[in-house]
Structure formats: structure tokens, C-alpha cells
């Protein structure tokens, strides 16, 4: 998969927004003190953009083993992904003020669900305010789409699947190195999402996400998962490997689900363990 396949720049969105099959814009925000992102959101996005709750929209309930972000149940974001207004073969682009994580989580759960263009906005609304794009209080009303949805059209590892590749040296953390360190699956490495964006908040260029990557060892040659706290951050890591042609699972229950049951065990400090 090529990198314009994954992100899109706020010059190349704009055009995309004037053309007559302009994509579907999904705005998934952190939630504020409130916990809704929404308030943010009513105070200015990008015009044509509607609003995605990830913790209610992007995820089913949490539940055990399977984690503080299971996958959510497909006719249920077949529902939503109607009222968003997306179509049959229609693309959707992205975006998010946190780096690219919720956006990532975004990305990564429509196309599992069977949505083949979609695109993670890069550098965010942040990105797009740079480059003097607008920004509105109105609220869209799209006509609803028709999408049919299925699930599995990208790989996912179980709890037992993900301990064999942390032994084997193929299962990385994307979470924070203090998290990492604070509690983590046992052989699992620590490869932060922060490492693949540049100062500016953009993801690092094609170039050098091959040699950040090249240097840990990998470079595609060998099965590969992903795992976090709760399946967002690691959906980003899968993003920007999807970028360099490179394709990683989602361990989806990641380390909350793997906790939850008292019989794995948790490696703590900054090995592997």
C-alpha cells in the first residue's frame, strides 16, 4: 500500500472536497473535560465534516478479556457508518487534534469493515488551519448512505496468538515508553507512535519510517502484530506501516484485554521481559 493510499495532505483535501464525488469527512476528536468530544467539534471543523464518537461509534462496550476497546459489532457500524453518509465505493478521509491516534483507530476499523479508500487526514486539523483551510460551527445534515459492511478485511491476532509473536520477537507495543515500562506483554517491544512523526505533528516521510522501523528489524519479511492499551495507538503504528508496504495485525483486546486475565503475565521495566 502506498503512502498516498493512507494519509492525505490538507492541500490534496481541499481539492478532494471541491470534487463532485468528494469524500466523506469524519471528525473524530478527543473528548474535552466533559468527555465529549462534541463541544470542540460545535465550535469549529472543517465544513462538510461529521462528528465520530470513538468510544461509542468506533468501539462496542468494554468487556474482560476482550479489552477497553473491543471491535464494535458491524451491523451496528454498518447503522452509523449510513448515517455518516457513506456509500457504497465511496472514500472517507479522517482526522483528528491528537497526532493522528484517533484518526488512526478510525482508519484502521472502516477498512477492516470492508471500506477500501480511506484516509488519515496528516497533521490533523492543526494541519489543515496551516494551510488556511476553513473552519465552521455549521452542523451537516448527508444524506444517508447505503454501505454494506463486513468484518476481517484486515488481520487481528487473539490473546494466544500475540504471547507466540512476543516470543518471537514480532509483537510490538505502541504505547508510550512509561507505559510500556509500567506493565506490558512479555516479549512485546516498545516502538512508540510518537517515533513516526516529525516535530510538526506529520508523519515521518516514507524514507524515514523504512529506516525507523529497518532498525528495529523490521522490514515486512516476518508476521507481524500490534498491540497497546486498548487498540488505538497500536491502529496508528499499523497505519504508518501500511504506508511503507509493510501490513501488521491488530492485537484488539491489547493490554487491557491481555490483563484481564489473571493467568498471563505482565512483564514490567524497560525490557522486554
Sequence with gaps: MARDQVFVSAADLAALLQ??????????????????????????????????????????????????????RVEVLQRDARRWGIRQGGSVVVYDDSKGQRAGRAWWVLRWAGIADVRILDGGLAAWIAAGGAV??????????????????????????????????????????????????????SVPTSGNLGPDGHFLSAAALRQRFAGLGIDG???LAVSCGGGVSAAHQIAALASIGIEAALFPASLSGWSANPSRPIATGEARG
Excluded: C, K, M
Design 136 to 189: 465552521t460551527r455549521d452542523i451537516p445534515l448527508p444524506d444517508p448512505g447505503d454501505v454494506t459492511l463486513s468484518a476481517g478485511h484486515l488481520p487481528t491476532v487473539s490473546a494466544d496468538e500475540a504471547a507466540a509473536l512476543a516470543r518471537e520477537g514480532a509483537l510490538l507495543d505502541a504505547r508510550g515508553a512509561a507505559h510500556y515500562a509500567a506493565g506490558h506483554i512479555p516479549g512485546a517491544l
Design 19 to 72: 470534487a463532485q464525488l468528494a469524500p466523506v469527512l469524519l471528525d473524530v476528536r478527543v473528548p474535552g473535560e466533559d468527555g465529549d468530544g462534541r463541544a470542540d467539534y460545535r465550535a469549529g471543523h472543517i465544513p462538510g465534516a461529521v462528528f465520530v464518537d470513538l468510544a461509542t461509534e468506533l468501539a462496542d462496550e468494554p468487556a474482560g478479556p476482550a479489552g477497553r476497546r473491543p471491535l464494535p
Design 221 to 223: 519479511g516476518q508476521r
